[in-house]
């Protein structure tokens, strides 16, 4: 008989009479053959057994423990176990109630039991039953945990594979989408092109015929649309921009755009809307919405009316029915109609086109806005759909209006994720009469709405499709006269011929002398040997270098500002748009578009070249102070020089133009030299004589105790090296233990000393001429002595007493100055500089530009 996959029961104990009596013990009372009962005298000897138990494939299911053993104790062994079998029950015997034991055990063995010697026998067999039954059943579901992990492993390796090919479904769907925007695009810009007159006057056939062309492009640029949509809509990729909107307003563009093929088919449109009725949704989404379930309700409905009624439906929610009297919706068939390529009837024989797409779009769309969408029909009289839509806080008419198919300002995409939205169909029943849809024109002056109809009524809007000759849109007048001189040079870079030509058409329109390349490399040798370009529009995928590495390789060489790009693709997710916009393009156009659109994007890309054109010199300066408050900022130290003898308070503020104040500290084994000065000028020029004056100030550490020699030797060496500038400075040498004061000044405003014993202020200013102009000037040296604790000393630059006052213009002054020093003896010196620049900026009218800097150092003498 095989013993592996048999339970063990092991008793440990050094005595032999215990563990025999066990063994027999639980032989007789158990009578299982299934287990094992191993008998060890110490420890070691347990953890043996144990290893061969485990080569023969033996579970441990209970062990039984002496605690008075020698080496190991009954609770070390335990926890030894516990490491390799933690399933296994564990119970300690033990002569004497050890606490410590017990709580090891019970910590470090999940102890199952502790039994007392001496003990009844009945009970521990009871204990080792039902310790046997739970390691059984803990045994028993380890397996079913086992068994469903690894079912569950195999059904997430199926469903990785469902999932998988469901997305490679959905890609193919959105690749072939992409991969026809191309030429599409061609298709319609080559007619648009051609019907604005890029090749002169065209005969009325040939007019009719292109305006065809561009219908049935548009209604394919549409499926593809859909496809595009529900492509994304499955995985999140749709983007909104939700804002509080008019849905009197919403509806009413709907209503106009359909209203058309409503007549044509001479149904009734009829709407009761209120006017104060906002929502809070996404115009273009919401347009498209509307335009769904409009337009399906015309494209179902053969005659009576289409009615489109708002209403509030609770405090939250607007309420919007559109109710038909059309052909109805079988009551089994309205759970599924939004469902992706689902329709009522889906047979091959049934009588209205489409793709199955439109409702689970538009529900999917109402669902990311907040809201919820259903339908109820009876067949043969006609269906109810009901919106429901958030309800926006807003109230008020005028505060936005309803302009589906606009993006905001500076935002370079194309309307979003929906490519040219504008062109959105209806699909409405084919007749054999009918050779090609019809053409909605919109009143807001943007691109109309293509649909098709089913009629021959006529009307000024629509085109007759019942006769040979459609009836023309309102024609694009030509913005360029033929034989005009282009004013605008640009290069355009594409590897299709057909979107070359394309471009070329439209932006000669636009009065631009286009340059055609036929990949990157052709456009880069362009742009190295041909005359300067003003704009470059490329296209993204190209062999080779592709748009993105195009943009970068231009960036290397030219700002945005220099030579703007827009680049142009069939890819329109917000990725592609991030990817374009770090590569360094300025716009970026969504395939197909509309010639409007392309002659908008141009031109607001150049307007924008050109307005930061304008901006270059003041950025440059903005760029040139921030640099040289940086150098002036890092100049100067850290902290100021301090013991017990005096404290040092530093006030610096900086105006808008950056100046040239300054401060620095230097000490010795007698005192602390300080240092305030103001270079003339701004900006960099400012901020490196700064740097100068530093350098030259730290070569002086051998003679700080000499005023006039610092100043005496930093005239000598800026002389002549400042470049006309000049320097102001102050330098004063403080002896705190010696109550003295030693100060030089080159030009600049006196040093303030107030004397706390007498109250009496001095104004310190020695002869001395401004650093920077005159070689051989001398300073003299003025001297202070008897200072006592509470002395305070006042450095500063012109920029402390120069303010003017915002109403009269009446200057600060200096005395102004030493009168508040000399007031404010009740005011400690930390308090006393931030005091004095409340005081100055109340002075000026609290004005927040500055006209010059201020630095200032007051010393305090301390006990």
Same mark, same amino acid.
């Not at 085109?463 to 309102?474: E, F, I, L, M």
């Not at 960036?555 to 991030?578: C, G, H, M």
């Given at each position: 008989m095989t013993l592996e996959g048999r339970t063990a029961i092991l008793c440990v104990d050094d005595e032999q009479t215990i563990l025999e009596s066990l063994r027999q013990q639980l032989r007789r009372n158990l009578d299982r053959k299934e287990l094992l009962i191993e008998v060890a005298s110490s420890g070691d000897e347990a953890l043996e057994i144990l290893e061969e138990l485990n080569q023969d494939g033996i579970s441990l299911g209970v062990i039984i423990s002496d605690q008075i053993m020698p080496g190991l104790k009954g609770d070390e062994l335990l926890s030894r176990v516990h490491e390799s079998y933690p399933s296994a029950i564990k119970i300690l015997l033990t002569g004497q109630a050890d606490a410590r034991a017990v709580g090891n055990a019970l910590n470090n063995a999940n102890l199952y039991r502790y039994i007392g010697k001496p003990w009844q026998m009945e009970d521990l067999i009871l204990t080792v039953r039902e310790g046997l039954r739970s390691f059984g059943q803990e045994r028993q579901l380890e397996k079913q945990n086992r068994q469903l992990q690894e079912l569950n492993s195999q059904l997430e390796k199926r469903q990785g594979e469902l999932l998988r090919l469901d997305k490679l479904k959905d890609e193919f769907l959105a690749n072939t989408s992409h991969e026809l925007r191309t030429p599409l695009h061609g298709i319609m810009g080559i007619a648009d092109s051609l019907l604005q007159g890029a090749a002169g006057t065209l005969e009325p056939v040939v007019r009719d015929n292109l305006l065809l062309v561009t219908q049935s492009a548009r209604r394919l640029t549409n499926l593809v649309q859909d496809i595009l949509d529900f492509s994304k809509a499955r995985y999140g990729d749709l983007e909104l921009r939700s804002r509080p909107l008019p849905l009197q307003d919403a509806i009413e563009m709907s209503v106009t755009l359909l209203k058309p093929l409503a007549d044509r088919k001479g149904l009734e449109f009829q709407r009761e809307i209120p006017g104060n009725l906002w929502v809070q949704a996404d115009p273009d989404r919401l347009e498209q919405i509307l335009i769904n379930v409009l337009g399906n309700a015309i494209k179902f409905t053969n005659e009576g009316s289409v009615t489109v009624r708002a209403e509030r439906a609770d405090s939250d929610m607007a309420r919007i029915l559109v109710e038909d009297t059309g052909i109805g919706i079988p009551e089994d068939k309205l759970d599924v109609i939004f469902e992706s390529f689902t329709q009522a009837d889906g047979s091959i024989g049934r009588q209205f086109e489409g793709t199955g797409l439109g409702l689970s779009i538009t529900r999917k769309l109402v669902e990311l806005q907040?809201?919820?969408?259903?339908?109820?029909?009876?067949?043969?009289?006609?269906?109810?759909?009901?919106?429901?839509?958030?309800?926006?806080?807003?109230?008020?008419?005028?505060?936005?209006?309803?302009?589906?198919?606009?993006?905001?300002?500076?935002?370079?995409?194309?309307?979003?994720?929906?490519?040219?939205?504008?062109?959105?169909?209806?699909?409405?029943?084919?007749?054999?009469?009918?050779?090609?849809?019809?053409?909605?024109?919109?009143?807001?002056?943007?691109?109309?709405?293509?649909?098709?109809?089913?009629?021959?009524?006529?009307?000024?809007?629509?085109?007759?499709?019942?006769?040979?000759?459609?009836?023309?849109?309102?024609?694009?007048?030509?913005?360029?006269?033929?034989?005009?001189?282009?004013?605008?040079?640009?290069?355009?870079?594409?590897?299709?011929?057909?979107?070359?030509?394309?471009?070329?058409?439209?932006?000669?329109?636009?009065?631009?002398?286009?340059?055609?390349?036929?990949?990157?490399?052709?456009?880069?040798?362009?742009?190295?040997?041909?005359?300067?370009?003003?704009?470059?529009?490329?296209?993204?995928?190209?062999?080779?270098?592709?748009?993105?590495?195009?943009?970068?390789?231009?960036?290397?060489?030219?700002?945005?500002?220099?030579?703007?790009?827009?680049?142009?693709?069939?890819?329109?997710?917000?990725?592609?748009?991030?990817?374009?916009?770090?590569?360094?393009?300025?716009?970026?156009?969504?395939?197909?578009?509309?010639?409007?659109?392309?002659?908008?994007?141009?031109?607001?890309?150049?307007?924008?070249?050109?307005?930061?054109?304008?901006?270059?010199?003041? !950025? #440059?300066?903005?760029?040139? $102070?921030?640099? =040289?408050? +940086?150098? /002036?900022?890092?100049? *100067?130290? %850290?902290?100021?020089?301090?013991?017990?003898?005096?404290?040092?308070?530093?006030?610096?503020?900086?105006?808008?133009?950056?100046?040239?104040?300054?401060?620095?500290?230097?000490?010795?084994?007698?005192?602390?030299?300080?240092?305030?000065?103001?270079?003339?000028?701004?900006?960099?020029?400012? !901020? #490196?004589?700064?740097?100068? $004056?530093?350098? =030259?100030? +730290?070569? /002086?550490?051998?003679? *700080?105790? %000499?005023?006039?020699?610092?100043?005496?030797?930093?005239?000598?060496?800026?002389?002549?090296?400042?470049?006309?500038?000049?320097?102001?400075?102050?330098?004063?040498?403080?002896?705190?233990?010696?109550?003295?004061?030693?100060?030089?000044?080159?030009?600049?405003?006196?040093?303030?000393?107030?004397?706390?014993?007498?109250?009496? $202020?001095?104004?310190?200013?020695?002869?001395?001429?401004?650093?920077?102009?005159?070689?051989?000037?001398?300073?003299?040296?003025?001297?202070?002595?008897?200072?006592?604790?509470?002395?305070?000393?006042?450095?500063?630059?012109?920029?402390?007493?120069?303010?003017?006052?915002?109403?009269?213009?009446?200057?600060?002054?200096?005395?102004?100055?030493?009168?508040?020093?000399?007031?404010?003896?009740?005011?400690?010196?930390?308090?006393?500089?931030?005091?004095?620049?409340?005081?100055?900026?109340?002075?000026?009218?609290?004005?927040?530009?500055?006209?010059?800097?201020?630095?200032?150092?007051?010393?305090?003498?301390?006990?």
């Open positions: 907040g809201g919820t969408i259903q339908a109820s029909s009876t067949r043969g009289q006609g269906s109810v759909f009901e919106i429901r839509l958030p309800l926006s806080s807003e109230t008020e008419q005028g505060i936005v209006s309803f302009e589906p198919g606009t993006t905001t300002a500076g935002n370079a995409v194309s309307h979003g994720d929906r490519g040219v939205h504008s062109n959105r169909e209806v699909s409405t029943p084919a007749r054999n009469d009918e050779s090609a849809g019809s053409f909605v024109g919109r009143s807001d002056g943007g691109a109309g709405y293509f649909v098709t109809g089913n009629d021959d009524t006529e009307d000024s809007s629509v085109a007759r499709t019942g006769d040979s000759r459609p009836v023309q849109r309102n024609e694009p007048k030509q913005t360029v006269a033929f034989g005009e001189k282009p004013s605008i040079r640009t290069l355009v870079v594409d590897d299709d011929p057909v979107n070359l030509q394309i471009l070329k058409n439209q932006l000669s329109l636009l009065n631009h002398a286009v340059v055609t390349a036929n990949g990157a490399r052709a456009a880069l040798q362009m742009l190295e040997q041909e005359a300067p370009f003003d704009l470059v529009l490329s296209d993204v995928m190209m062999p080779g270098i592709n748009g993105y590495e195009f943009t970068g390789l231009l960036r290397q060489k030219y700002l945005p500002t220099e030579l703007p790009v827009i680049l142009l693709t069939a890819r329109n997710s917000v990725s592609d748009l991030v990817h374009g916009l770090q590569a360094g393009a300025n716009d970026f156009l969504s395939k197909p578009f509309q010639a409007e659109e392309l002659a908008a994007r141009v031109q607001n890309t150049l307007a924008l070249r050109n307005a930061s054109r304008d901006q270059t010199q003041l !950025a #440059l300066l903005n760029g040139e $102070l921030n640099l =040289a408050r +940086r150098i /002036q900022l890092g100049l *100067l130290p %850290d902290s100021p020089p301090g013991d017990d003898s005096m404290e040092v308070q530093i006030l610096y503020e900086s105006m808008v133009e950056v100046g040239g104040d300054y401060y620095d500290f230097m000490s010795d084994a007698n005192g602390h030299g300080i240092l305030i000065a103001d270079v003339s000028g701004h900006g960099i020029g400012a !901020a #490196l004589i700064v740097s100068m $004056l530093k350098v =030259a100030f +730290r070569m /002086q550490e051998n003679c *700080l105790h %000499d005023p006039s020699r610092v100043l005496n030797n930093l005239n000598r060496i800026l002389t002549d090296e400042i470049g006309g500038a000049f320097i102001t400075a102050a330098y004063m040498y403080l002896e705190p233990q010696h109550g003295r004061l030693l100060l030089a000044c080159a030009g600049h405003p006196p040093v303030l000393l107030w004397r706390k014993s007498s109250g009496r $202020l001095e104004h310190l200013r020695p002869k001395g001429r401004i650093i920077g102009y005159f070689p051989n000037a001398e300073f003299e040296l003025a001297v202070a002595e008897n200072l006592a604790p509470g002395d305070r000393i006042l450095a500063f630059t012109d920029g402390a007493f120069e303010l003017r006052d915002s109403e009269d213009q009446e200057m600060y002054g200096i005395e102004r100055l030493a009168e508040f020093l000399g007031a404010s003896g009740k005011v400690s010196g930390e308090e006393f500089l931030p005091a004095l620049d409340q005081h100055l900026k109340e002075w000026s009218g609290n004005s927040q530009d500055r006209q010059d800097d201020i630095a200032a150092i007051l010393v305090e003498l301390k006990q």
